[in-house]
């Protein structure tokens, strides 16, 4: 449990201190993160009253399960970014780290190329996410038993976008860095 | 035509892989470009948009944030010393006792966290020093350290069994029950395998005559003490689960909510400490979760390219037989567990392997507890066994090379090797409880 480096600067940038753009950039990221950890407490604790209501009270709170799930997904594409960043997605070591150890500019130009071949397919999945969410706004697709009790869809499906977003923004944040030789080569970062 | 779209997606899977591009954003990209060949790339984008809403929007998923986070709050609450301490008593008169309380307190603390490396990093720090100080040899201490942790991954809850389960579309209840025997066999084959070393290997073990004193038992008041937290989780999480009062999710909220319990109640939370603590979670579970959803894609686009249903015919038509098949398969496994992570392995090999198993009319559950086995045996085996670089970095040794920790964990991939072939003879070890 060595990663407690949340609030640590994007790697260790050698060109000097980040920019105010690059400053408020990272505390969006750290902002979303923090947002699904508090999730994570919020999921336990619905849950757990779900527990109680059932065993204490003899029923079921309504949209448990469904809200759960939706949860869930928002917790995994809030931290997204964080997680990357912080290159906790799991890879292999042993020609990545190899060639780093060797030879640095290489495996940063390698890390770069990775980097961006990321950008790539999380900006895809943000690109076909938009297309669901103008259908759940425009179906007003909703989850619950109508009459009842019901919740929008749609609140949950936008942030799912801004994460996905924001998370292939921040692998293409890292190519530039990469190509720019600032960051160190990833693979020599912590991994736990 | 689709059939080698499949083969070629899977070769150029393993390559990306191997070059280290992150295993999940792999497996969406190879899917991806997979399902565009086989289709068009309209297709192969709204499958995308799917799969990233839709793959992980599963109560059942949200499992796994809270029994990785009920994990790190026992190891940071001081529960796994307490058993450690506990078993220490107990098997004080045995040979070689202290590698086997080690193993049976691995056992216990398994049942209440998911992951191996929990209890890989709590018993390097627990069990190698009072075992060094007793004259156990260093590579044979840490060597037991790691060999038993593998047990926290096959006795419930376990990150594995979810993952298998939701690949082979088990039930996660089921599948923690499957894990109850084959982690009591493998605790006693790893017992004996102490006993074996100790008696017949004594150089193995042992540096220098033990010549400490072995501590007393402890009075009826402090086992009570030190045996209530650890007793009360296990019952809390598995008697729920086994007494059908509470479905795995709701297992692990109230575990982890039992495990927040302790960890406060023993002063070892502060509020610093709980937000690392959840910033962990969020990140173990992002990763674990986002290959998933890659993963899912991937065995999509294999099922869309009709490579699994050919290579079940294929195969087991051909001369290799159902048990051919079973032995190449584990020992592929076994094979890419010194390379790749545990999930990993599992997430590129069964989208291909399940669909086989089924035509051979395996029992999916048995078939899952010795995936889980031949997978773990992956944390001890070179060149990256990650219990053995747990261990490594949580004990902090410049003695101490990693080398030796290989070398102290080998007699235990033989043991877990043995395990297998137990299972493979006898299914009702893994089926009798689950299938009850």
Redesign the interface.
Known sequence: ????Q?TAPSGPSAGGAPSAVRRAWNTLVDGF?AL??VL??V???I??S??VAR?LVGGSLPLV??L??????M??YL??G??IR?D??????????A?CAARPRLGQL?GAL?DL??A???G??A???I??VEKDLASHEFIGVTGVLTVPVWPF?VL?LAG?TIAALQFLLQTVDALRGRGAAT?SKDK? | MSVEIGGIAIAALVVL?????????SM??VS?VGVALIRNDTVA??M???V??DS????L??VV??FV?MG?LV?VSGVGKDTFDLFERLMRRLRAGLGIATVFANAVFASITGIS?ASA?VFARVAVPEMTRHGYGKAFSTGVVAGSSVLGMLIPPSLLMIVYAVLAEESVGRMFLAGVGPGLLLAVIFSVTILLLGTFRRSFVFDRPDEETVPDPFGALQTLRLAVPIVSLVLLVLGGLYGG??NP??A???G??GALAIALLRRSLTPRVF?????????I???V???I?AATFFSRMLAMSGLPNWLAETLLDGSLGHLGFLIVYLALVIVLGC???S??IMLILLPIALPVAEAAHFDLIWFGVLTVVAVETGLLTP??GLSVYTIK?ALQDDELTVGNIFRGAFPFVLAMIAALAILIAVPSIATWLARA
């Open positions: 449990m060595s990663s407690t949340t993160a699904g950890t994570i407490c999921l336990m604790l849950i757990a779900d527990v065993n399960s469904e759960g799930a939706l949860t869930l997904v917790i995994v931290q997204l964080t997680t912080h906790r997605l799991a890879r292999t070591e042993f020609l990545f780290g060639l390698v990775y071949i990321g790539g397919i999380v895809a999945m690109w076909a996410t297309h669901i499906r799912i996905l693979a736990t | 892989i191997f070059l280290g591009l992150p295993i999940g954003i969406m990209v991806f984008m709204r995308l948009g799917q990233a809403n992980l929007r599963e109560y998923f949200a944030p809270l986070l790190l190891t490396i990093s009062f509470l999710t709701e692990g909220a109230v982890a909510l937000w690392n603590l959840l910033v962990e979670t969020g990140q579970t992002v990763s979760l986002f290959l959803v390379l790749i992570d999930i990993s060149p990256f970095s």
